[in-house]
T-cell receptor, first 112, second 114 residues
């Protein structure tokens, strides 16, 4: 079945550093979604990507929908302590019904 | 605030018991999804309802069941609870049929089985 490989599993960085994480798959997706989850909270949608090659920003966050439609990356620039959390990617296909696959998450730790 | 509400926020119960988790989707959303997240794990899809009908099933145990009511709120029923059922349970909703199915998550219910 379809699977997403999200990497890295965790990152320990210094405040002010840039961060990059990605998701890859052997399958093609129609939509890529990036969520952030803080401890004890529900995932919050950060960025949605709908077209291959699309590059979208949300403040210090930038995400791209890969040209092959099999991957996506999320970059965070100038990280701050409140960026701490788990970042999930999700790929979606529409084959008469929507199917959404979530990655395992990237745990981000930011040291002030 | 995503607009998706879940109650209760916390639930502590004993093994063998039965509990009901409730979810109200965002206004206008017809789809409701249920996910389970165990400690330090990813999101495990359980089940989806669309406008009152079951649409998709994931890794949902037979001891678990769900339904979506005419007012579109949904309930997840967990019975014969085991210690391993302790987890965060999230509900998500998405807008009516369109070209995408972006899901918006509620704050979750933390279930502790003692």
């Amino acid at each position: 079945g379809q699977q997403l490989n999200q990497s890295p599993q965790s990152m320990f960085i210094q405040e002010g550093e840039d961060v990059s994480m990605n998701c890859t798959s052997s399958s093609i997706f129609n939509t890529w979604l990036w969520y952030k989850q803080e401890p004890g909270e529900g995932p919050v949608l950060l960025i949605a990507l709908y077209k291959a090659g699309e590059l979208t920003s949300n403040g210090r966050l930038t995400a791209q929908f890969g040209i092959t439609r099999k991957d996506s990356f999320l970059n965070i620039s100038a990280s701050i302590p409140s960026d701490v959390g788990i970042y999930f990617c999700a790929g979606q296909v529409n084959t008469g019904g929507f199917k959404t696959i979530f990655g395992a998450g990237t745990r981000l730790f930011v040291k002030a | 605030d995503s607009g998706v509400t879940q109650t209760p926020k916390h639930l502590i119960t004993a093994t063998g018991q039965r509990v009901t988790l409730r979810c109200s989707p965002r206004s206008g959303d017809l789809s409701v999804y249920w996910y389970q997240q165990s400690l330090d794990q990813g999101l495990q899809f359980l089940i989806q309802y669309y406008n009152g009908e079951e649409r998709a099933k994931g890794n949902i145990l037979e001891r678990f069941s769900a339904q979506q009511f005419p007012d579109l709120h949904s309930e997840l029923n967990l019975s014969s609870l085991e210690l391993g059922d302790s987890a965060l349970y999230f509900c998500a909703s998405s807008p009516p049929r369109g070209s995408t199915d972006t899901q918006y998550f509620g704050p979750g219910t933390r279930l502790t089985v003692l």
